[in-house]
């Protein structure tokens, strides 16, 4: 079939016929958008279809990308600029350096949990032991900027230390000697076995070390540490402990048979010299005088000799008891020359075949 067109009609279609193609078609779709507006009234949310934007847009918009995306150019970044989100070492790096120079630094203080596992209590002994001293602790809040009290600022530093950190201040004192450590130890596990000090002063005059409740405490941590039991309980009083602990007592302190006889004549009516020597054990932890006439063992009556190996077999943590044991393995021999003899052995370096 065919189609005459002449006068004005066949100037439009030969000048459509000329249009570029793009444009032919922007034409076409007027009618249809405008079919659309009639039929529902508004245009779809997306109306604006790829074919209307422009070329160099349409490239660079992905498929399906969301409705906020935005296809803007990005401003340029200044040279070293990090984007949002994004930090770079040299920024993690400053920002440290800066904490630090204005006394910020946290002790990489997300270790600063690690370090709560250790006491108050263990973190001054360690303070104290690295030969840390008061003033240390007043120069360590300055460096710190550090608002919290000095005892505070001890407890920081002392955990630093068990943390293996370093500490920006010298310590001032001297570091605990290895005798110190190992006497803190023992006082440590006396401590931590529920004792205290009235336990202390009792086991102090059970040893027959009179009122030196420090030296208890090491003795009787030693003994703990070394798997060893301590003659009483805690809370245990002169008169409640056992009745081996008070015949230790008698005998750790001085006293001997001679000196029991002499109490049974006093005692009338106690016949047992065991009984005899146990009530005297329980005065002496009490505190109390025994009658006239009776006294403990004097250390001027030995030379120097017995007297420094004495003073080893009781600082071994050895006793009373210990001593009659060693007495029955040596021969029957008399429990104060056990204890000479085995003190002489411990000051050569001698094991004895009896555990303290």
């Given at each position: 079939m065919s189609h005459n067109t002449s006068g004005p009609q066949r100037g439009i279609v030969c000048r459509f016929r000329?249009?570029?193609?793009?444009?032919?078609?922007?034409?076409?779709?007027?009618?249809?958008?405008?079919?659309?507006?009639?039929?529902?009234?508004?245009l779809p949310a997306n109306a604006h279809d790829t074919r209307t934007q422009p070329v160099s847009q349409r490239s660079s918009a992905p498929t399906g990308a969301p409705d906020h995306a935005s296809t803007a150019p990005s401003r340029p970044q200044a040279p070293g600029a990090t984007s949002a989100g994004h930090r770079t070492k040299d920024d993690d790096d400053k920002g440290t350096h800066d904490r630090r120079k204005h006394g910020k630094d946290r002790d990489k203080d997300d270790k600063g949990?690690?370090?709560?596992?250790?006491?108050?209590?263990?973190?001054?002994?360690?303070?104290?032991?690295?030969?840390?001293?008061?003033?240390?602790?007043?120069?360590?809040?300055?460096?710190?900027?550090?608002?919290?009290?000095?005892?505070?600022?001890?407890?920081?530093a002392g955990r630093k230390l068990l943390a293996g950190r370093d500490l920006p201040v010298d310590p001032s004192g001297t570091p605990a000697t290895q005798e110190e450590l190992a006497e803190r130890a023992a006082i440590d596990a006396f401590l931590d076995a529920g004792f205290d000090s009235y336990d202390a002063d009792l086991l102090a005059r059970l040893w027959?070390?009179?009122?030196?409740?420090?030296?208890?405490?090491?003795?009787a941590g030693n003994k703990l540490l070394a798997?060893?039991?301590?003659?009483?309980?805690?809370?245990?009083?002169?008169?409640?402990?056992?009745?081996?602990?008070?015949?230790?007592?008698?005998?750790?302190?001085?006293?001997?048979?001679?000196?029991?006889?002499?109490?049974?004549?006093?005692?009338?009516?106690?016949?047992d010299l065991v009984?005899?020597?146990?009530?005297?054990?329980?005065?002496?932890?009490?505190?109390?005088?025994?009658?006239?006439?009776?006294?403990p063992f004097d250390g001027d009556q030995v030379d120097a000799g017995q007297q420094a190996a004495l003073d080893a077999f009781f600082a071994a943590g050895y006793d009373y008891d210990d001593a009659v044991a060693l007495a029955r393995i040596w021969g029957g021999i008399d429990p104060f020359d056990a204890k000479v003899m085995a003190g002489d052995k411990l000051i050569a370096g001698i094991d004895l075949p009896v555990a303290a």
């Open positions: 000329s249009m570029p193609r793009s444009l032919g078609f922007a034409l076409l779709a007027v009618p249809v958008t405008a079919a659309a507006v009639g039929t529902f009234g508004v949990k690690h370090h709560q596992k250790y006491t108050a209590e263990e973190a001054l002994g360690a303070f104290f032991d690295a030969g840390y001293l008061y003033e240390d602790a007043v120069a360590l809040k300055r460096a710190w900027h550090s608002k919290a009290d000095v005892s505070d600022v001890k407890v920081r027959g070390q009179g009122d030196d409740a420090l030296k208890a405490k090491v003795l798997g060893g039991e301590v003659p009483i309980e805690h809370g245990q009083t002169a008169w409640t402990v056992s009745q081996d602990a008070a015949l230790a007592t008698y005998f750790n302190n001085g006293y001997d048979y001679d000196d029991a006889l002499v109490l049974a004549e006093i005692w009338s009516g106690v016949e009984d005899v020597k146990a009530n005297a054990g329980h005065k002496i932890l009490d505190g109390l005088p025994l009658p006239g006439g009776v006294l």
